[in-house]
């Protein structure tokens, strides 16, 4: 046990730091237990409305917003910082320079930034001699960087579990993580320049004082020479995540980040022999082993058995490739799920995030009877005993790496197929669901359909088979040529042939640059096609002046798209009851 003294009142006390970073782990699972109760708020409002609106076709009470929540959501929950930009990237000239945090990340951000400052400062007795103050500051900026390297290796995880409980998504941990290193840095940088000020000034009682001092100082204590190495490596981390660098080199960030990462954690493994804050080194050590273990155990258990995962790869029109992937284990499917993929023969052991466009795995509480009429030939298999061999399909969209070299290698063989090893880690998402909302609107920017489409799926069945809120379904896709909608095509066919899909689905197909007007032609009142741009606004007043029961409106495509969308959502609240869900395709 760690013992707890109250923070300093004499010159020269010594002040147990720990306590402070006590107050840090209580205010942030403050936060994490009033985001869990929220979470489980919402949830039943949602599960209670979905159980309500099965029963009720009018579902005209749920339609109306709550003045109080819809002022919530629109000037907090999804209000990008300043105007209207959050996905889209801020440039300087061509150079992308990141995204700026919405209203309620900012100021839980803002709050986090302020309890760090006053925590550096409480309890230090600025009257004493400049010594005495700067060993404080020292010490205290030192246990609050390595505390909050706890909350800051949670939320680059992967199997955060945060994310399922707080319903808050990767992207959202991914952009805080990126902030809680900055304070991190902050922190380390104020660490060590009140050292290095410390060691010049008194000399460190063997040295007289002087930038010799901190030189020899260097040379003969392994404590401070380490805690420099851990400074410098820090600062390099911050300057190799710099955004630009980042989008455009992934894997080479990757690398090195996780590089640098190890080197600041062998080197305070040394600089914090002896000390309380040792513990906290261990913690985040260890949740990071936990963490890649939990990965290696999903790539085992999805790809070790009867042979190994294999993909199908096939070239699609329009720089795409469409992925089967046969599995050796079976698979819950759900909407929103998706996976990482690794091609040892592509990309060595790299893993690459790909949406989980559709699986020939009964998806869940879809019952047999609507999924006869689909023309999908595996669902046969009802005997339970032996394992359906489940497969699941990718549309992955040729970028510069590693999807470009996969592309280049179907391409090379006679009839644009191949088949490879592969492996599989997930799945990961497919917590949110889209059942308790009686209209749902569906947006989607070229590949990021691969999201929607399993949604659409999912809603049209639970509407045959009355087990969702779902009475209004529109599907917004905006593509470049009309070519694309190969990707989706045999898909498409089967969710528009699911009994009562003309009840409930719609599809509007915008072709942003269309060759010849020709191109365009709707085939049916229920899927129409539009050359250019769609007015994101006016498509969403429409829906939500037609709406019934609560509204959902998603977006999966460009961090333009998902701002357009933002806006128009905005805008409703307190019209109607519109809730706004968002998944960003990279980070
Ligand atoms: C949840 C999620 C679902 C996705 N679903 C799809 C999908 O269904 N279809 C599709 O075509 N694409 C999807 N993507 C995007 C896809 O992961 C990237 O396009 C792909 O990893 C790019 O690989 P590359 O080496 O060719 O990229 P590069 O051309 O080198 O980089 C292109 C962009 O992809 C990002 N990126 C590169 N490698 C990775 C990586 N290992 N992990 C995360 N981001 C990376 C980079 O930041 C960069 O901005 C999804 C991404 C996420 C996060
Ligand atoms: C600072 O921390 C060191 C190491 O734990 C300790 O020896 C020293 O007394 C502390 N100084 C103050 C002023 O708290």
Redesign the pocket.
């Known amino acids: 046990m760690v013992e707890i003294a109250p923070p300093a009142v004499a010159a020269g006390t010594t002040v147990n730091d720990m306590l402070f970073s006590y107050y840090t782990l209580t205010v942030l699972g403050a936060i994490v237990i009033s985001m869990i109760v929220y979470r489980i708020v919402i949830s039943s409002v949602r599960h209670i409305r979905a159980l309500t609106c099965l029963s009720n076709d009018s579902q005209r009470y749920f339609k109306m917003p709550n003045r109080t929540f819809g002022w919530i959501k629109q000037h907090l929950l999804y209000a990008p910082l300043l105007r209207s930009r959050h996905q889209e990237q801020m440039r300087i000239g061509p150079m992308k320079t990141g995204i700026l945090p919405t209203r309620f990340q900012s100021l839980l951000l803002a709050g986090i930034i302020t309890m760090n400052v006053v925590l550096c400062a409480y309890g230090i007795e600025w009257n004493g001699p400049i010594t005495t103050k700067l060993e404080h500051l020292r010490n205290r900026s030192g246990t609050l960087a390595v505390v909050d390297m706890i909350p800051l290796v949670i939320m680059a995880g992967r199997n955060n579990p945060l994310i399922g409980w707080l319903d808050v998504s990767y992207d959202t941990f991914n952009l805080m993580h990126r902030w809680f290193g900055r304070i991190v840095a902050s922190l380390a940088v104020s660490h060590g320049t009140v050292e290095i000020t410390l060691i010049v000034i008194t000399g460190r009682k063997t040295h007289t004082p002087g930038w010799e001092s901190f030189s020899g100082t260097l040379k003969e204590v392994r404590f401070i020479t380490f805690g420099l190495v851990a400074l410098v490596a820090v600062c390099a981390i911050i300057l190799t995540s710099w955004t630009a660098f ?2 455009a080199f ?2 080479t960030f990757l690398h090195i980040h996780i590089a640098l990462v190890s080197l600041v954690m062998a080197a305070l493994w040394i600089h914090l022999d002896g000390l309380q804050q040792m513990t906290y080194l261990k913690a985040v050590i260890s949740i990071w082993v936990i963490e890649r273990l939990i990965r290696l155990a999903s790539l085992i258990y999805r790809n070790v058995a009867r042979g190994g995962a294999n993909a199908d790869v096939e070239i699609l029109p329009g720089d795409a490739m469409l992925v089967t992937l046969r599995l050796v284990r079976p698979w819950t499917f759900k909407p929103g799920q ?1 996976i990482f993929l690794t091609m040892p023969s592509i990309g060595l052991w ?6 989980i ?1 559709w699986s020939d795995a009964p998806a869940q509480q879809l019952r047999p009877r609507d999924l006869e009429k689909g023309p999908q030939p595996s669902i046969q298999t009802t005997d339970t005993l032996a394992l359906p061999q489940t497969s699941i399909s ?4 040729r ?6 070299h996969l592309h280049r290698k179907a391409l090379d063989t006679i009839d644009h197929r191949i088949s490879l090893p592969a492996f599989v880690e997930g799945p990961y ?1 497919g917590t949110q669901t889209l059942r308790s909302y009686g209209t749902v609107m569906l947006f989607a920017g070229g ?1 990021g359909i ?1 999201h929607s489409v399993p949604f659409v799926r999912d809603l049209v069945a639970g509407y045959a088979s009355g087990t969702v809120a779902a009475q209004r379904v529109l599907l917004v896709w905006i593509i470049r040529a009309p070519e694309h909608l190969e990707w989706i095509r045999p898909w498409m066919s089967t969710i528009l042939s699911m009994p009562g899909r003309r009840d409930v689905l719609r599809i509007q197909l915008f072709i942003t640059r269309p060759r010849s007007t020709k191109e365009i032609h709707s085939p049916s009142s229920t899927v129409q096609m539009f050359p250019g741009k769609p007015n994101v606004d006016a498509l969403v007043a429409m829906e939500s002046r037609e709406q019934v029961g609560a509204m959902a409106v998603s977006v999966c495509g460009p961090g333009g798209l998902a701002d357009d969308v933002r806006s128009a959502v905005r805008r409703r609240q307190g019209v109607r009851n519109v809730d706004f869900l968002e ?5």
């Open positions: 980042r989008h992934y894997e998706h790299t893993s690459h995030p790909f949406a466009a990718l549309i992955i969209r970028r510069a790496g590693f999807t470009q998402g590949v691969t998944q960003g395709f990279g980070w």
